[in-house]
């Protein structure tokens, strides 16, 4: 059987594994700077970005990008970075894929700090994560009660991109990218994963107050739109 790598890769991101052969969750060596404090005194401002396979959100995130400033960070893209970097982190991870070890939530929280640091901006979109209650625990217990203060990050707010399944299956169908993962069962994977998994962060988070919910149905200058109408207190880079 043949698993579709983005399927795995959102697996992984949950700390979670299909078929998985350990179902406990095994320590990667993360990279020794991994809890040095963000540089200057600058407010760090995090938005996690919710929502369904083809929702649109990925779209949107670069539109925020452009005017907004922010920097957009998938955790999937960095975890799928780290193993091509070839590095022993990235290694680990790869083996442990292969092997369908759990990878712990941390190690994705580690990359995603990482990655803010060296990015030198304070803004940022954290896409596809927290993607289910344990990932959200992780971010807080690493992120959230950080000894040195300035690595204490609570989220601005949730972004969530909410579109119904039936269109966003027509919109994965008719990308024509030629990708082996958009069929009609692994969409309906990947959906059943989501609304098992992300919807109740976002009720965590919408009971906090902290969840700014978009009809990403609607076309993307339309949903543009209302995102602006969210982000206007951040101050644009691109008129």
């Known amino acids: 059987m043949i698993l579709d790598t983005d399927f795995v890769i959102q697996l992984v991101c949950m700390g979670t594994m299909l078929d998985a052969t350990v179902d406990v969750p095994v320590p990667v060596e993360t990279s020794k700077d991994a809890d040095e404090s963000f540089p200057g005194d600058k407010k760090i401002t995090v938005v996690f970005v919710l929502g369904g396979p ?29 193993i091509k970097s070839g590095s022993e982190n990235g290694t680990m991870i790869q083996n442990m894929i292969k092997e369908g070890k759990i990878v712990p939530s941390e190690v994705t929280i580690k990359l995603l700090q990482r990655a803010m640091r060296e990015s030198g901006n304070d ?56 990708r082996e993962d958009d069929n009609i069962e692994t969409i309906r994977k990947r959906f059943k994963v989501f609304m098992e998994s992300s919807l109740p962060v976002i009720e965590y988070y919408n009971s906090k107050g902290k969840v700014r919910k978009i009809d990403a149905g609607k076309p993307i200058e339309e949903v543009f739109e209302d995102v602006k109408e969210i982000f206007s207190p951040y101050s644009a880079q691109v008129a």
């Open 123 to 178: 803004k940022f979109l954290i896409d596809g994560f927290p993607r289910n209650e344990e990932n959200r625990a992780a971010f807080e217990e690493v992120i959230q009660t950080s000894p040195v203060p300035q690595t204490k990050i609570e989220p601005e707010f949730v972004l969530f991109f909410d579109c119904s399944e039936e269109e966003m299956q027509q919109r994965i169908l008719g990308r024509n990218q030629g």
């Open 54 to 82: 083809g929702s649109g959100k990925g779209t949107q995130c670069a539109n925020i990008v452009q005017h907004f400033g922010f920097t957009h960070l998938s955790a999937g893209d960095l975890l799928r970075a780290e």
